[in-house]
C-alpha cells in the first residue's frame, strides 16, 4: 500500500512569490494534516482537512492557506513569502472517525521549501 | 495549554547498550501519546503509540508506556544499533487533529 505521497521533494522561491505544495494521503485516509518543521522551531501544527472541509487551524498567519480536494489530496498554499517560511513542510493522513481528530496520523517525506 | 517536554539531547551510546528518552506531558483530558522517528532527510515514521493509561506501545524493541499518575511515556529499547541513529519525537494527540511534539531527542549509537 502506497504511504502518503507530496510533491515537490524540493523548491527555491524568493521573498514575497507564492508556493503551492501538493499532498496525497494514504488510500482510504479521509483526514490530511499539515506541519511545519522549521529549524530551531520544531513541528509546528498548520492545518487539518477532513471531508473536504478545515477543521482546525495552527497559529499562522492568513498567507497560509489550503484545501482539500473530493479525493481527499490536498493542497498547501503560501503567498508573499518570507525568509522564515524556509522549512520542511509535512503532510499526514488518517482515517477519521466522525470528525474526532483522534486517529494516527501518518507522514509523508515533506517538501523541502527554501525562500532566498 | 497541552505541552510535551524530551529529554535534551544529543544522545550518544554505544552499540548495545541500553537506551531511555524521557517524555512528559501536560495535557487535559485523555490525549493520546505517540513516538515518532525521523531518519536524516526524511519525514516522520510512526514507531509506537498508546491511546489510554497503562497501555504499552511497542515495536522493532522499542517499548512505552503511558503513565497517567507520572504523566509520562518514556521511549525504551534494550540493545540500540547504529542504524537506530535518527531523531526521535514524542507527541501527545487528542481530539481537535493537532499533534503536539515535542523539541525531538537525536540518537547517535556507535558502533
Known amino acids: 500500500e502506497a504511504g502518503v505521497t507530496q510533491s515537490p521533494t524540493h523548491l527555491i522561491k524568493t521573498r514575497g512569490q507564492q508556493v503551492t505544495l501538493r499532498c496525497s494521503p494514504i488510500s482510504g485516509h479521509t483526514s490530511v494534516y499539515w506541519y511545519q518543521q522549521a529549524l530551531g522551531l520544531g513541528l509546528q501544527f498548520l492545518l487539518w482537512?477532513?471531508?473536504?472541509?478545515?477543521?482546525n487551524r495552527g497559529n499562522f498567519p492568513p498567507r497560509f492557506s489550503g484545501r482539500q480536494f473530493p479525493n481527499y489530496s490536498s493542497e498547501l498554499n503560501v503567498n508573499a513569502l518570507e525568509l522564515e517560511d524556509s522549512a520542511l513542510y509535512l503532510c499526514?493522513?488518517?482515517?477519521?472517525?466522525?470528525?474526532?481528530?483522534?486517529?494516527?496520523?501518518?507522514f509523508g517525506p515533506g517538501t523541502r521549501l527554501t525562500v532566498l | 495549554g497541552d505541552s510535551v517536554t524530551q529529554m535534551e539531547g544529543p544522545v550518544t551510546l554505544s552499540e548495545e547498550a541500553f537506551l531511555t528518552i524521557n517524555c512528559t506531558y501536560t495535557?487535559?483530558?485523555?490525549?493520546?501519546l505517540f513516538w515518532y522517528v525521523q531518519y536524516p532527510g526524511e519525514g516522520l515514521q510512526l514507531l509506537l503509540k498508546a491511546t489510554k493509561a497503562d497501555d504499552k506501545g511497542s515495536n522493532k524493541g522499542f517499548e512505552a508506556t503511558y503513565r497517567k499518575e507520572t504523566t509520562s511515556f518514556h521511549l525504551e529499547k534494550g540493545s540500540v544499533q547504529v542504524s537506530d541513529s535518527a531523531v526521535y519525537f514524542c507527541a501527545l494527540g487528542g481530539n481537535t487533529g493537532k499533534l503536539i511534539f515535542g523539541q525531538g531527542t537525536t540518537l547517535q549509537v556507535k558502533p
Open positions: 482537512y477532513d471531508e473536504g472541509e478545515e477543521r
Open positions: 499526514a493522513s488518517s482515517l477519521e472517525d466522525r470528525g474526532q481528530g483522534t486517529d494516527t496520523q501518518y
Open positions: 495535557a487535559t483530558g485523555y490525549p493520546s
